[in-house]
């Protein structure tokens, strides 16, 4: 059946994805801080290896040239240094604030694209971007309220994930997906190790069983949004992942006593449009260059 024919089934697991990230925000929101951003991050990668085994012979047989192994290295640097800053995000600013600045991610990709992938940004993409700043403004209120560096930390995780999806972009052009996702969740390990034992902390039981289920939907994430790719075209899930905001707000309300916040709300609404015009705009002149919000998550 032609992918074009399923939508419902694109934005049912869409929808599943959405939800699959946002109990992995929730659960390390849980944390509390407990255990030091990058070592919940160290861990959860770690543990994400287990994942890897079933297709441990075929990575093996992989060979890589020189550049792309320098390509791999500096995306798996990019993506530690990103791990490491959301991890400390979620541990100072609400979950719904988190999400929402997350919608970011496939706005920086769009500019980014233009210095790596000689991109030409046009009138209404660029006012689609400057949209989208409007709504990071709504939810920072720079001036009307103190930020935290936590809202930093998420502005500077987005850039930082812009630039891993880029480089995920040019090397699955050139080895199978398997590897790009393998090569990151090592290349991640790796890089996570040393700080995090420079600031190790002896998790509890609790607590890893807590980072073990962060791994675990983060990659059930991962496989529902393969399956959603697979049902329907991109124009048709993106706006779906708008959900994450709206259980975001209502996990941290239930869960963790944060208020509404409106302008949080309004903000990430406002991002999130420009995100689905970008979007419509690159389908209609078919190109993929912005992804999934969905896609950049760890």
Known sequence: M??????????????????????????????????PAVEAGFLRYLMGLVFLIPVWRRLAAVRLTRRQWGLFSLRGAMHTIGV?????????IPLAEVTAMNYLNPVYVTLLAVFFLGETLHIRRIMAIVAALIGTLLILRPGFRELDPGHFAMLATAL????????????????????????????VTIGLAPM?????????????????GVACFATAGHYAMTLAF??????????????????SV???????????????????????AAVVF??????????????????TKH
């Open 160 to 187: 930082v994930y812009g630039v891993s999806y880029l480089l995920a972009k040019v090397l699955s052009g050139e080895v199978s997906a398997t590897v790009v996702v393998a090569m990151l969740s090592v290349t």
């Open 84 to 92: 490491a800053l959301w991890f400390y995000a979620m541990s100072r």
């Open 278 to 295: 970008i979007t419509w705009r690159e389908a209609v002149l078919n190109r993929r260059v912005t992804p999934v919000v969905a896609e």
């Open 2 to 35: 032609d992918t074009q024919q399923r939508p419902g089934m694109g934005i049912f697991w869409m929808a599943v994805t959405g939800l699959c990230f946002v109990m992995v925000t929730a659960l390390v929101k849980s944390l509390d801080g407990a255990v």
């Open 230 to 247: 697979a049902a329907a075209p991109v124009t048709v899930t993106q706006p779906v992942t708008f959900l994450q905001l709206v259980w």
């Open 250 to 272: 209502i996990l941290g309300a239930l869960f963790f006593a944060e208020p509404v916040d409106v302008w949080v709300v309004a903000g990430g609404s406002l991002i999130m």
């Open 196 to 212: 995090a034992l420079a600031v190790w902390v002896w998790p509890t039981g609790w607590q890893v069983f807590v980072l073990f």
